[in-house]
């Protein structure tokens, strides 16, 4: 789904930025200009960056869990 109008920003674009590391909403505007101009995206873009953000930081955890773990013998 398209979220920024102006810029051409997807929903997919937000969490793929989220996956290769963004570290927080500014640093994302600055890599897109979303929610720049006109703002009306802003809050739409937070929730779905957060959300995003969110499943990075689970998906870690659960990959360094499993690395942690002794293997069975």
């Known amino acids: ?3 920024c109008l102006g810029h051409r920003i997807s929903d997919r674009d937000i969490e793929h930025a989220a996956q290769d590391g963004t570290p927080d909403f500014e640093a994302l505007q600055d890599e897109t200009c979303i929610a720049r101009n006109c703002a009306c995206c802003e809050e739409c873009a937070r929730d779905i960056f957060s959300n995003a953000c ?3 930081g689970a998906a870690r955890a659960v990959a ?3 690395a942690a773990r002794p293997l069975a013998a």
């Open 64 to 66: 360094k869990a499993a």
């Open 54 to 56: 969110a499943k990075v």
């Open 1 to 3: 789904m398209i979220v």
